[in-house]
């Protein structure tokens, strides 16, 4: 495989740009030039069947095939249609001025190729190319030549246009057959060659010429009487059949003797001898069926009438061969069904999913978005609390030496009622501890029962108040608050 030109694949590139696949004619043109050399690439103007003008890339050059030991190169012109690889290519032959189109089965008389590759392309676009129908054309070449020598067809015409011009001027009897004696068969027709003898003129006596036996055969017999004459033979000399007259003899120039003196007119007059006429060739020559034209001449120097005449008949179809096309189709045309209806089955739940998917991704989205503001709201605070620790490192280094303030002093409430809940349950705090030591003196005798009494009493009701108190501004800041707690 040669290595095509980088100039050559760029303009072909370039000239590729209205194909509707200019990716594929271009694998399969550059393909095409590698493995075959002597074709080159060009533009040109194409006109359709139907008289529509393009601007189409072809291929002009030869292709080479083995017939019967020598390789010829025979020329082609291979047009890549815009719709390609969905059309075919269009491919003729293309002879030069020496040469000239022999018509046969794949070649028209155009020259235009036809095959069953290019016919069943458009079922098979996809896998059919360029390189592939060439080959199959170097074997179609090799069984059977596209062209032949004009030289050589001129030869064979000749001796058929002597013959036709001497079946057009020379009229006469079929042919005799020739006689044993081989001197008496070339006298015979050396004498047949002679045109025949002139009619005598008006006043003479018509005299036979002398004939020779050995020749020209015994003598023929006299001619009878023109009234004994039957009707078919008075038609064939084109007498008149109403008159029972004789007619005198006509010659074949045309002219009619006249009186012989001595003799009444109308009486029998000795005929002139019948002059064998030549043979004559046949204008249509019979064809032999048996055998082959390409047997016994080249068939590069074929003439165009003679394949004409023996042109092979059409290939009778293959019954096998269609019945496996016939269940191969079915086979496919089944697998094609089934696999639509799997298709369209599958494309329900294949939409839910999407949706489903769809769905997901757009939550996903909004919570990478929520996910990324809480991570610039962590960051900020952590810029923050890593700011007040170093000013609480520092307040903490430049208070070494000072007095420890007051405990009350150090604990600042965040709200109002944050400080009165403080208080509350400080009081509360207070008032349980009296009760207890009011006990205790009770107990050691240093109160009277009276007085315990009164002073627990006022105690208990500060007591409950204050917790109360406390309890509701708990709820109000939303602490948890203990229930069924009771005063003791």
């Given at each position: 495989m040669a290595q095509v030109p980088e100039q050559t694949l760029t303009w072909l590139y370039s000239r590729l740009h209205d194909y509707h696949d200019p990716q594929r004619a271009y694998t399969d043109i550059a393909r095409t030039l590698s493995v075959h050399t002597s074709l080159l690439p060009r533009t040109d103007a194409y006109t359709y069947e139907s008289g529509a003008p393009a601007l189409l890339l072809n291929l002009d050059g030869t292709i080479p095939a083995n017939f019967r030991g020598t390789t010829y190169r025979f020329p082609i012109k291979l047009w890549v249609p815009q719709a390609y690889p969905q059309e075919p290519p269009m491919v003729y032959v293309h002879p030069s001025k020496e040469m000239l189109i022999r018509p046969g089965q794949h070649v028209g008389i155009d020259g235009r190729i036809y095959h069953p590759y290019l016919r069943d392309w458009a079922s098979a676009w996809d896998r059919a190319n360029i390189v592939s129908f060439l080959e199959i054309l170097q074997q179609v070449f090799a069984k059977e030549t596209p062209v032949i020598s004009r030289a050589q067809q001129q030869q064979l015409q000749r001796p058929i246009g002597q013959n036709s011009h001497l079946t057009n001027t020379v009229e006469g009897p079929p042919r005799l057959p020739p006689k044993p004696n081989a001197k008496a068969a070339s006298g015979a027709v050396a004498s047949t060659a002679t045109p025949?003898?002139?009619?005598?003129?008006?006043?003479?006596?018509?005299?036979?010429?002398?004939?020779?036996?050995?020749?020209?055969?015994?003598?023929?017999?006299?001619?009878?009487?023109?009234?004994?004459?039957?009707?078919?033979?008075?038609?064939?000399?084109?007498?008149?059949?109403?008159?029972?007259?004789?007619?005198?003899?006509?010659?074949?120039?045309?002219?009619?003797?006249?009186?012989?003196?001595?003799?009444?007119?109308?009486?029998?007059?000795?005929?002139?001898?019948?002059?064998?006429?030549?043979?004559?060739?046949?204008?249509?020559?019979?064809?032999?069926?048996?055998?082959?034209?390409?047997?016994?001449?080249?068939?590069?120097?074929?003439?165009?009438?003679?394949?004409?005449?023996?042109?092979?008949?059409?290939?009778?179809?293959?019954?096998?061969?269609?019945?496996?096309?016939?269940?191969?189709?079915?086979?496919?045309?089944?697998?094609?069904?089934?696999?639509?209806?799997?298709?369209?089955?599958?494309?329900?739940?294949?939409?839910?999913?999407?949706?489903?998917?769809?769905?997901?991704?757009?939550?996903?989205?909004?919570?990478?978005?929520?996910?990324?503001?809480?991570?610039?709201?962590?960051?900020?605070?952590?810029?923050?609390?890593?700011?007040?620790?170093?000013?609480?490192?520092?307040?903490?280094?430049?208070?070494?030496?000072?007095?420890?303030?007051?405990?009350?002093?150090?604990?600042?409430?965040?709200t109002l009622v944050a400080g009165q809940l403080w208080r509350l349950c400080a009081e509360e705090a207070a008032a349980r501890e009296a009760m207890y030591v009011l006990q205790r003196g009770l107990g050691r005798g240093r109160v009277s029962g009276p007085e315990f009494i009164r002073l627990m009493r006022g105690l208990a009701r500060e007591c409950f108040f204050k917790m109360a108190l406390a309890r509701k501004c708990a709820r109000g800041m939303g602490l948890d608050v203990a229930e069924g707690r009771t005063m003791h």
């Open positions: 025949p003898p002139r009619p005598p003129k008006p006043g003479e006596e018509y005299t036979e010429p002398s004939r020779d036996p050995e020749i020209h055969g015994p003598p023929l017999p006299p001619r009878p009487p023109q009234a004994r004459q039957s009707p078919s033979a008075q038609s064939q000399y084109g007498h008149n059949q109403q008159s029972p007259q004789p007619v005198p003899y006509r010659s074949a120039s045309g002219y009619t003797p006249g009186p012989v003196p001595g003799r009444p007119y109308g009486a029998p007059v000795a005929s002139p001898p019948m002059q064998i006429q030549p043979p004559v060739a046949s204008a249509h020559p019979q064809v032999d069926l048996l055998s082959s034209p390409l047997d016994s001449v080249d068939p590069l120097n074929v003439s165009l009438s003679q394949h004409i005449a023996v042109e092979a008949p059409p290939i009778p179809p293959n019954p096998e061969k269609e019945h496996l096309q016939h269940a191969l189709r079915q086979t496919l045309n089944q697998q094609i069904q089934g696999k639509v209806s799997n298709n369209l089955n599958a494309i329900g739940p294949l939409s839910a999913q999407n949706v489903a998917l769809r769905n997901a991704a757009a939550n996903l989205a909004a919570e990478i978005r929520q996910l990324e503001q809480f991570a610039a709201t962590l960051s900020t605070n952590e810029d923050i609390l890593r700011r007040s620790m170093q000013d609480a490192i520092a307040n903490g280094n430049s208070s070494g030496d000072s007095v420890p303030p007051a405990i009350d002093d150090l604990l600042i409430n965040p």
